[in-house]
Each structure stands twice: as structure tokens, then as C-alpha cells.
T-cell receptor, first 116, second 113 residues
């Protein structure tokens, strides 16, 4: 079945550094990718939608300068958390879609980000 | 806007008990409905889905029926196992797989041996 790989699965870094998370579709072309954030014991909140080759669409309240999204190819999207602070610590999950019909989105296994 | 409301957890059951997790939705148009499962420390897996009214999604012994008249998509399983312990999310999205998914708050399920 369709697989989405997310890397890294866990990252710990110091406050003020930038962290890049990759989301790859391994066996299909993902025209659309989504980035979600999940706080402990809470639901997933959509941060942004990215379409290959165009700028991402951010949800209300999400800082686009803070969370940089790039979707340069049909198999890769990246989320960069710039100048990360402890409040950015969270579980980040991506999903990928072919954009065809009603085929389901496929989710990555998530990245646990801890900012010290 | 569109939203999903599901019963709060945690839900604790004994093995082989009957499970129901309630889910209702508010949406314009005719959304697709989903149940996702998240095991500890992992991402989301699609458990089942239904794309139109009266459709029944089923997988691994779980079932849910798309009820347009009651705007509900309750998850059921006749006999739960310890391995079913996880967080379950009800969700909806538009017609296309490129539509964003709106998730409920999640229900944590724990099954006692």
C-alpha cells in the first residue's frame, strides 16, 4: 500500500535553532501534502496545505514565517520550524494525497519535536 | 464551519466487551467520513471510511455507518481485544482526497485483559 515516510521521527534541539522535517511519498506522486500539529492528548490541528510547485496555504493563526513549508517535488515536502522555542515542542504529522478522486490521504508516522 | 464531535474518553473496557464510540458531525454538502486510529507513539492509520449516506465502513471487526439523518458515524466493535487499545479519531473531509481533513478530539480506548 501507499507509504509516507517522515524524517526524523524524533528530534531534540536547543532553543533558537531551526529544524527541518521531511515528508516523502514513497510509491506515489503526492500533488497535495498536509502538515498537522498535535499537542499531547489532543487532536490533530491542520497547519497548512501545500501543493507541488506553489506556495502553501496556511490555516488561520499559523505563522507562515515561523513554519516554512516547501513542496518542490511530487514526492517531497518539508516543514522548517525557524528559531524554535519550547512552545513549538509538539508532534508534527504530515499526510500526502494524489489528489485523484476520493483516494484517502496517507499519513506519516509523525515527528516528535522537543525544544530545550 | 465544518466540525466533528466525538465522545470524550478515556474509555476503559474489559476484553471481549462491546464497544461504541459516538461521533456526530456538522458539514455543508456531503462529506466523506473516516475513523483513524493512533497507536502509542505512532502516526495515524485509516481504520475505515464511508463516502455517502447509508454506506457502512468496516475493517478489523470495526464498523461505522454513515447516517445522514442523524449526522452520525458511530464506531462499533462486537468484541474488543487488548491490542485495540489506542486513540480513535473521527474525521470528515470533502469529496476530493486533496480536501483537508477535520478531526474530532479523539477518544482514548484502554482494554483490560
Amino acid at each position: 500500500g501507499a507509504v509516507v515516510s517522515q524524517h526524523p521521527s524524533w528530534v531534540i534541539c536547543k532553543s533558537g535553532t531551526s529544524v527541518k522535517i521531511e515528508c516523502r511519498s514513497l510509491d506515489f506522486q503526492a500533488t497535495t501534502m498536509f502538515w498537522y500539529r498535535q499537542f499531547p492528548k489532543q487532536s490533530l490541528m491542520l497547519m497548512a496545505t501545500s501543493n507541488e510547485g506553489s506556495k502553501a496555504t496556511y490555516e488561520q493563526g499559523v505563522e507562515k514565517d515561523k513554519f516554512l513549508i516547501n513542496h518542490a517535488s511530487l514526492t517531497l515536502s518539508t516543514l522548517t520550524v525557524t528559531s524554535a522555542h519550547p512552545e513549538d515542542s509538539s508532534f508534527y504529522i504530515c499526510s500526502a494525497s494524489t489528489g485523484l478522486g476520493n483516494q484517502p490521504q496517507h499519513f506519516g508516522d509523525g515527528t516528535r519535536l522537543s525544544i530545550l | 464551519g465544518d466540525s466533528v464531535t466525538q465522545m470524550e474518553g478515556p474509555v476503559t473496557l474489559s476484553e471481549e466487551a462491546f464497544l461504541t464510540i459516538n461521533c456526530t458531525y456538522t458539514a455543508t454538502g456531503y462529506p466523506s467520513l473516516f475513523w483513524y486510529v493512533q497507536y502509542p507513539g505512532e502516526g495515524l492509520q485509516l481504520l475505515l471510511k464511508a463516502t455517502k449516506a447509508d454506506d457502512k465502513g468496516s475493517n478489523k471487526g470495526f464498523e461505522a455507518t454513515y447516517r445522514k439523518e442523524t449526522t452520525s458515524f458511530h464506531l462499533e466493535k462486537g468484541s474488543v481485544q487488548v491490542s485495540d487499545s489506542a486513540v480513535y479519531f473521527c474525521a470528515l473531509s470533502g469529496d476530493s482526497s486533496a480536501s483537508k481533513i477535520i478531526f474530532g478530539s479523539g477518544t482514548r480506548l484502554s482494554i483490560r485483559p
